[in-house]
């Protein structure tokens, strides 16, 4: 039967069946654990379903940028704002799949592919379905993030044979109305819904430093944990300060044994999922990066640019995981 550790208000542990909904008082209970106490439980559930000393490598790449309609408050892709990005066409396949084949050479195990949508045109879509399958051809796995989908979108996305789908709920339900306005946090579970039933699996997270509060980023958690299903892959992204956008005003970086505390509960929480440590790492130090790895994060972006904002280089990666002794597609 399969468990994870799930820990009352108290502070008290005990072992409950996977699936059982998880509450915020449980969730700051981990959270507020002695450190050594929670890396300790992290690592354990991490050693429970997982390669300690192996990080999966994906990389990413914006296939259309800029001019997007929605007006999320931290993108720099948002047509709402000044940032300095210029909107581009969907690029073509030949230019994917080359790009994808040097990711591949990089050490890259996975391919994310983003266009900055509100929802994919159908034949956006006939277009991105072709570049999913050479991909594939390739013998990666496969990840888009395109935006809304319709049942039919995934079907078609899913028939391609696409692995994941990326659609990120980003922060809290309570602090979501303050950072978009344009597209509902319904309309984006009910996205990842469509692509579940697809048979695709989920790569689904938030950002943090964005002037949430701790509890904010705890019922994110709360929230994703209680899917019908948790996403196989969870991103926390640290909030990269981009010029023009409104969330500039309100972002704070968050501290960086509160990053690691929240790496560990998400792990307890969501014992099957990969956790990824996405945007943010090329400010964060070896040793923190070090922590996260402990609890329990388990995957990486390579190359030089996420989308808009910086990552470090593959070098520094390679190096940082030969020192822990880490496998990765680097090494």
């Given at each position: 039967?399969?468990?994870?550790?799930?820990?009352?208000?108290?502070?008290?542990?005990e072992?409950?069946?996977?699936?059982?909904?998880?509450?915020?008082?449980?969730?700051?209970?981990?959270?507020?654990?002695p450190?050594?106490?929670l890396?300790?439980r992290?690592?354990?559930?991490?050693?429970?379903?997982?390669?300690?000393?192996?990080?999966?490598?994906?990389?990413?790449?914006?296939?259309?940028t800029?001019?997007?309609?929605?007006?999320?408050?931290?993108?720099?892709?948002?047509a709402?704002?000044?940032?300095?990005?210029?909107?581009?066409?969907?690029m073509?396949?030949?230019?994917?799949?080359?790009?994808?084949?040097?990711a591949?050479?990089?050490?890259?195990?996975?391919?994310?592919?983003?266009a900055?949508?509100?929802?994919?045109?159908?034949?956006?879509?006939?277009?991105?379905?072709?570049?999913?399958?050479?991909?594939?051809?390739?013998?990666?796995?496969?990840?888009?993030t395109?935006?809304?989908?319709?049942?039919?979108?995934?079907?078609?996305?899913?028939?391609?044979?696409?692995?994941?789908?990326?659609?990120?709920?980003?922060?809290?339900?309570?602090?979501?109305?303050?950072?978009?306005?344009?597209?509902?946090?319904q309309?984006?579970?009910?996205?990842?819904?469509?692509?579940?039933?697809?048979?695709?699996?989920?790569?689904?997270?938030?950002?943090?430093?964005?002037?949430?509060?701790?509890?904010?980023?705890?019922?994110?958690l709360?929230?994703?944990?209680?899917?019908?299903?948790?996403?196989?892959?969870?991103?926390?992204?640290?909030?990269?300060?981009?010029?023009?956008?409104?969330?500039?005003?309100?972002?704070?970086?968050?501290?960086?044994?509160?990053?690691?505390?929240?790496?560990a509960?998400?792990?307890?929480?969501?014992?099957?999922?990969?956790v990824?440590?996405?945007?943010g790492?090329?400010?964060?130090?070896?040793?923190?990066?070090?922590?996260c790895?402990?609890?329990?994060?388990?995957?990486i972006?390579?190359?030089d640019?996420?989308l808009?904002?910086?990552?470090?280089?593959?070098?520094?990666?390679?190096?940082l995981?030969?020192?822990l002794g880490?496998?990765?597609?680097l090494?």
């Amino acid at each position: 039967m399969d468990v994870a550790v799930e820990v009352d208000r108290n502070g008290s542990c005990e072992l409950a069946q996977v699936g059982e909904k998880w509450k915020r008082g449980e969730a700051e209970a981990l959270y507020g654990l002695p450190f050594a106490e929670l890396m300790f439980r992290a690592q354990s559930v991490h050693r429970d379903n997982f390669d300690p000393n192996h990080v999966e490598t994906a990389s990413l790449l914006s296939i259309k940028t800029g001019g997007c309609p929605e007006d999320c408050g931290y993108c720099a892709q948002s047509a709402h704002y000044e940032t300095g990005v210029k909107a581009s066409r969907l690029m073509d396949r030949a230019d994917v799949v080359a790009a994808a084949q040097r990711a591949k050479e990089a050490g890259a195990t996975r391919f994310c592919m983003a266009a900055a949508w509100r929802t994919p045109k159908d034949r956006d879509l006939d277009r991105v379905c072709e570049m999913v399958s050479a991909v594939k051809d390739l013998g990666m796995e496969t990840c888009v993030t395109l935006g809304m989908l319709t049942p039919k979108q995934a079907a078609q996305l899913s028939e391609a044979g696409l692995n994941f789908y990326n659609h990120n709920i980003d922060t809290s339900p309570e602090f979501y109305g303050r950072i978009i306005t344009t597209r509902t946090l319904q309309d984006r579970i009910d996205t990842l819904e469509h692509a579940r039933e697809a048979g695709i699996k989920i790569c689904c997270g938030g950002i943090i430093g964005m002037g949430e509060r701790v509890e904010d980023r705890l019922d994110m958690l709360v929230l994703l944990a209680n899917l019908r299903k948790p996403p196989e892959s969870v991103p926390i992204n640290l909030w990269n300060e981009v010029k023009g956008v409104p969330v500039n005003d309100s972002a704070e970086r968050p501290d960086p044994i509160a990053l690691v505390r929240l790496v560990a509960t998400a792990r307890i929480m969501m014992p099957k999922s990969v956790v990824r440590l996405s945007a943010g790492r090329h400010d964060m130090t070896d040793e923190l990066q070090a922590l996260c790895f402990l609890a329990g994060a388990n995957s990486i972006f390579i190359g030089d640019v996420l989308l808009t904002t910086k990552n470090p280089k593959a070098d520094r990666d390679a190096k940082l995981l030969t020192r822990l002794g880490i496998t990765s597609g680097l090494a």
